[in-house]
C-alpha cells in the first residue's frame, strides 16, 4: 500500500491500481481532482477542512461509480446519488476499493465546553492505518501505522503524545499540520518523537511512502 499526504488532513491510499482518499475537505486545493482520480472517499466528519459537500455532490453527479462513506452528519449534507452515499457508524466495517474498512469512535475531540461535540469517526485501512480525524480515541485493536492530528483548536501536545503511547503503533505519520508555520511542523514532530521514544514522520504534500 502506497499512501500520499495532501495538504491537512487528506490522505490517498493507493494498492493494485486502485485508490480511496479519505477527507478531501475545503482546505485541500486540488480535492476535486483527487476525488475524480478515485471511486472511493472516506470523510470522517462534516467540518470544512475535512469536506466539502459541492465539490463532493458535484463528483458524484459526474461520476457514477463514486462511493462516499461517511457518518450521519455529512450524508445530510449530500443528495442520495442512488444509494453511492453510505451512512457508516462506530463498528462497521466495509470494504472500498478493495481496502478493508473498519470505523472507529463517535465523536470529535473537544474543543471547549461551550462547544457542542460533533459527530466523528476514524477509518482503519487493511488493517494497517489508522485516520482518526478530529479524535485522540484509542482503537480497541492493533494499529501499525497511525497518522497523528498535530494541529487544530483541541489539539494539545500532551494529548497527542498520550494518544500515541496509548494506541503504540509502529509507525507514526503527522496529518492536520495546515495550521502550523512550517517552524510548527518541523518542531512539533521531533518533540512528540522525543516523548515517545520513535521518530514522527513529518510528509510534504504530495509525497508518498510506502507502508
Do not use: C
Not at 118 to 131: A, I, K, P, R, W
Not at 133 to 140: C, E, H, M, T
Not at 142 to 165: H, I, N, Q
Amino acid at each position: 500500500m502506497e499512501l500520499t499526504k495532501q495538504t491537512h488532513a487528506t490522505i490517498v491510499l493507493a494498492k493494485n491500481d486502485t485508490s480511496l482518499v479519505i477527507d478531501p475537505g475545503a482546505y485541500t486545493p486540488n480535492s476535486a481532482e483527487l476525488i475524480a482520480a478515485t471511486t472511493a472517499v472516506l470523510v470522517t466528519h462534516d467540518h470544512p477542512d475535512h469536506f466539502d459537500a459541492g465539490i463532493l455532490n458535484a463528483a458524484l453527479d459526474a461520476q457514477p461509480d463514486l462511493r462516499v462513506w461517511a457518518p450521519a452528519s455529512v450524508a445530510t449534507s449530500l443528495e442520495s446519488h442512488d444509494g453511492r452515499v453510505i451512512v457508516v457508524a462506530a463498528g462497521d466495517t466495509f470494504e472500498a476499493a478493495g481496502f478493508d474498512l473498519t470505523v472507529i469512535g463517535e465523536r470529535h475531540a473537544q474543543i471547549h465546553p461551550d462547544v457542542p461535540v460533533s459527530e466523528n469517526v476514524g477509518y482503519l485501512v487493511d488493517h494497517t492505518v489508522f485516520h482518526p480525524g478530529d479524535s485522540y480515541l484509542v482503537p480497541d485493536v492493533a494499529v501499525p501505522v497511525l497518522l497523528l492530528p498535530t494541529s487544530g483548536p483541541w489539539v494539545k501536545l500532551g494529548e497527542a503524545v498520550d494518544f500515541v503511547r496509548a494506541v503504540a503503533p509502529s509507525r507514526v505519520i503527522q496529518i492536520h499540520d495546515l495550521m502550523l508555520s512550517e517552524a510548527g511542523r518541523q518542531a512539533f514532530a521531533p518533540t512528540i518523537g522525543q516523548l515517545i521514544g520513535m521518530p514522527v514522520e513529518t510528509l510534504e504534500v504530495g509525497q508518498t511512502v510506502t507502508l
